[in-house]
């Protein structure tokens, strides 16, 4: 009797398949088997690609002489630790009662990536092979899985971007970490007293030095310029509120030379001159010119996908990515959350129409049950598909991270931070079936000598979706991040506003002087590097702009978290685990200094994204593999050759000098100017 095989990525996903595969399984060594089903499973990666003196014994000593090193064919090899786990999947696989192979690794392009280095290693052939795509881990889901398998050869174009993306990593981190050490290695630990320095480089993780490091520097950079801001002190039934100059048309000061912006004056002399003219004649009145009243709807954020997460996880709870991306895996285990690693961010127009079931589940929630209870009473959720929150379009592999409603019971066995996240999920989900909120704004213009004054304010009227949006664990409203937004002004005073009528006059009780100064850019935080990586270095912090932007970022979900962490581990970025913000450090200045000496379009996030981009018109069958391979190898080829007739290495150490001068150690100064300099030049890295 022919047996089928499933092959999952981890021993407990392998678990569930069995369990929803409901036959008398018995175990065996790294498999489990009953008499129509076989289930086993890989621990990650069970295949790496070669490192070049498995092609040649002479390339494994390092000389610019043998780069660049671009082979024919690429050699791969079986992890020797896991190599026992191989030869079970691999002896399963080419078992004769064995006629039907379910790939059920991760939903993914690493997933794919995954099986089908065992399969090629393995030399399968002559079975029929199906590929189950799940977004989450319940049963309901696997066996919909399993029985919409389609075959693998619908995939082949995901497998190769993925040998390609790893093809592309493995090229340009083999020939230009050499190349750049051989080149410069000397030079960098020459300047810091170290025995030799390697020169880490790589596609993506070089991009994300470069944005730290020029941050960085825009920073010290920045000269804060001061203005002088006029605002008049009105007061209306005896509650102040301040109206703030600006230079309208019509002022005295529009366009004028001695303003900074509209709203503020260069030097301070200039804006008491103009306070002097507003208080010129008691008693003070401001005559209202024009009021404008609306109401303004603010509708629930987008759902999660990894990057918002991972932001939003740095933010409250001041976790990184990577500790972000392991707790979701673990939720997505325990059957909790849907697919972790997805850059969408809305709902497929499938999954909408079963979307109560997810709803219903949440009954049982602590956090969720009377959201979860109302939605389905006023049945709210019926007209989803219809909103921003359902677009087929916006999804490739997988729809946004939401809660399945299913697996409550591991909630409490949980560690607190798992179960904070959880709950940040299951609240930003409930939300999308809730009204806007909706504000009341007011905005007032008055004038005084002919000058005007205005003034602002909102206030909320309706609370809609941000009754779900404050988490158990806030301490206080601010930490809801939307429903601790600041109103101007209470119910009482907006009446008070709304009373007001043109030409009516307020009574004014003086003018102050506001300095204020311009500010330097922020640095980033792991989570809003991950944002930046996903919008292809820009930082967008608008959410409603992000989700307008499209195209592939720096990186993928699957391996934002990991590149900046290794940055991390090797010591280019210092990362404050209390607040989560990354800096360079001087070694990491200073292997910038040198990439831009000699490879600099890897410091573009331009390029790097259109790296990205390259992988994924492989994935949807727009370009062949082939015409990628050699637009890798010529860049390759052209960067090499161009490093190889460069003869700056002694150059480079005015920039070690400027970096060096913004650390406590820095090498190449006396102990005595080093402590004079510490004084004024504290470290930047944390």
């Known amino acids: 009797m022919s047996k089928s095989l499933y092959i999952a990525e981890k021993p407990s996903v392998a678990q569930e398949f069995a369990k929803a595969l409901k036959e008398n399984f018995r175990r065996g060594d790294g498999y489990l088997e009953s008499e129509h089903a076989v289930v086993t499973w890989c621990v990650g ?4 690609m070669s490192y070049p003196e498995k092609y040649d014994a002479k390339l494994k000593r390092w000389s610019l002489e043998t780069l660049p090193f671009l082979p024919e064919e690429f050699k791969y090899e079986i992890i020797p630790s896991v ?30 990536y995954i099986y089908r280095l065992v399969e ?29 398998a389609r075959d693998l050869s619908e995939y082949d174009n995901l497998s190769a971007s993925a040998y390609l993306r790893a093809k592309e990593d493995y090229l340009m981190g083999i020939n230009f970490s050499r190349l750049l050490s051989l080149k410069y290695g000397n030079v960098v630990s020459g300047y ?6 390697a020169i880490s480089v790589g596609r993506v993780m070089t991009c994300v030095l470069g944005m730290v490091v020029r941050r960085e520097r825009e920073i010290r950079d920045f000269v804060k310029t001061p203005f002088y801001r006029v605002l008049g002190k009105l007061n209306l039934n005896g509650k102040p509120f301040d109206g703030e100059w600006r230079a309208a048309e019509g002022s005295r000061y529009f366009q004028s030379p001695l303003l900074y912006k509209e709203n503020g004056f260069k030097e301070k002399k200039h804006a008491r001159e103009l306070a002097d003219i507003l208080s ?31 932001n939003e996880c740095a933010r409250l709870f001041k976790i990184s990515p990577d500790e972000t991306l392991q707790v979701v895996q673990e939720l997505y285990e325990k059957k909790l959350v849907t697919y972790p ?10 999954v909408a129409k079963e979307i109560h079931k997810n709803i219903g589940g949440l009954r049982n929630y602590i956090h969720g049950q009377s959201f979860a209870a109302e939605i389905l009473e006023k049945g709210s959720y019926k007209n989803i598909a219809k909103t921003r929150y359902v677009n087929d379009k916006q999804i490739t592999d997988h729809y946004a991270i939401i809660p399945t409603g299913q697996g409550l019971a591991a909630i409490n066995r949980l560690p607190e931070k798992s179960q904070k996240v959880y709950e940040t999920i299951v609240r930003r989900f409930l939300s999308i079936f809730y009204p806007p909120a909706v504000y009341q704004k007011v905005n007032l213009v008055t004038l005084v000598e002919k000058e005007r004054l205005f003034s602002s304010f909102k206030v909320l009227i309706a609370e809609g979706y941000l009754k779900v949006t404050g988490n158990s664990f806030d301490r206080k409203k601010e930490d809801s991040g939307e429903k601790g937004e600041e109103t101007s002004c209470d119910a009482a005073f907006l009446e008070a506003l709304q009373s007001l009528k043109k030409q009516g006059v307020i009574p004014v009780d003086g003018f102050e002087i506001k300095e204020g100064e311009t500010s330097p850019p922020k640095r980033y935080t792991s989570g809003s590097m991950i944002l930046a990586m996903e919008n292809a270095g820009q930082l967008i912090e608008d959410e409603e702009l992000r989700a307008q932007i499209k195209g592939s970022g720096i990186g993928t979900s699957a391996t934002r978290a990991e590149i900046l ?31 831009n000496a000699s490879i600099r379009s890897l410091l573009n996030p331009d390029l790097t994204a259109s790296w990205e981009k390259g992988l994924t018109y492989v994935a949807e069958g727009d370009i062949t593999s082939e015409e990628y391979m050699v637009k890798l190898e010529n860049f390759i080829k052209s960067r090499t050759y161009g490093v190889l007739k460069l003869n700056n290495q002694y150059v480079l150490r005015q920039y070690f000098d400027k970096a060096a001068q913004n650390y406590k150690t820095s090498p190449g100064r006396s102990s005595a100017n080093k402590k004079k300099e510490g004084k004024t030049n504290g470290a930047v890295n944390n």
């Open 45 to 48: 990666h069970l295949i790496t």
């Open 83 to 112: 190599r026992k786990q191989f030869d079970i999947v691999s002896g399963l696989l080419k078992r004769e009662d064995v006629a039907t192979i379910y790939v059920c690794t991760d939903s993914g392009r690493e997933g794919e």
């Open 120 to 148: 090629m290693m393995s030399g399968v052939k002559g079975k029929e092979r199906k590929r189950v795509w799940i977004d989450s881990q319940t049963e309901d889901e696997i066996v919909r899985g399993i029985r919409e």
């Open 192 to 197: 810091l007293h170290t025995k030799y320095t």
């Open 280 to 310: 010129a004649h008691p008693p003070l009145q401001a005559v209202i010119e024009k009021i404008e009243k609306k109401k303004e709807n603010k509708n629930p954020p987008l759902l999660f996908n990894l990057a918002e997460l991972q």
């Open 341 to 350: 690693r997805t850059d969408a961010r809305v709902l497929s127009s499938a």
């Open 565 to 595: 962490k290794k940055l991390v581990t090797i010591k280019y970025l210092g990362l404050n685990k209390k607040t989560q913000v990354i800096t360079p450090t001087l070694l990491g200045e200073m292997i910038f200094d040198v990439v």
